[in-house]
């Protein structure tokens, strides 16, 4: 499970934030893409020097596509309207910078895949859209991809991920439903920042 979530956030973050804010769900996506991809291309000899050098990448170009407020709150589900506004803000910068410190570091292993775009859907009620992808590996199986994404402060923001059918958010809130019910939400988190502090191993 651990090895399937690496490989979600890792297609994630090649995902980048646009300073077009007038673009469709789908151009900004594959705007982006290629930006994220030009700079590990264009900084591979640093990144194999100084690997830490992905978390500065990764901050500057991934982070802002993604909604971690919305994330945070639908990973936790009916656990969200119970915690206290307190925990919700540790909850949720415990949860961001485990995701970015952990999963960044899959990005260490592009080796010149690509992503594949193809038609996204119409939007639906809430003006949401999902922009659909294939990632091309090397070798294996074509992966499909899909990025749930809706429009907060003016831009395009992505909410979830489904890789090969499994959901980024359905994954952790079966395994975040599990740890609450087992330690309470101040056990979760402390469990989170646990990860944290060992750079999410």
């Not at 900004?28 to 990448?57: F, G, S, W």
């Not at 982070?63 to 945070?72: G, K, L, N, Q, T």
Request: aromatic letters at 8%.
């Amino acid at each position: 499970m651990r090895k399937l979530l690496s490989l979600i956030f890792a297609c994630c973050l090649l995902l980048g934030s646009s300073a077009h804010a007038e673009m469709t769900a789908q151009q900004a996506v594959e705007d982006t893409a290629q930006r994220m991809l030009v700079a590990l291309k264009q900084d591979r000899a640093h990144l194999q020097q100084n690997p830490a050098l992905i978390y500065d990448l990764v901050e500057k170009i991934a982070v802002p596509r993604f909604d971690f407020d919305a994330i945070a709150q639908w990973v936790l589900g009916r656990n969200w309207r119970s915690a206290t506004p307190d925990q919700r803000v540790r909850f949720t910068a415990e949860f961001r910078n485990l995701l970015v410190r952990t999963y960044s570091n899959a990005l260490l292993e592009y080796s010149d895949e690509t992503v594949r775009f193809l038609p996204s859907s119409a939007p639906n009620a809430d003006g949401d859209v999902l922009v659909r992808s294939e990632f091309v590996r090397n070798s294996g199986p074509v992966v499909p991809i899909n990025y749930s994404v809706h429009r907060k402060d003016s831009d395009w923001k992505i909410y979830d991920v489904t890789v090969d059918g499994i959901s980024l958010v359905g994954s952790y809130r079966t395994t975040f439903a599990n740890q609450v019910r087992e330690q309470g939400m101040d056990g979760l988190i402390a469990s989170l920042s646990d990860l944290n502090a060992r750079g999410g191993k």
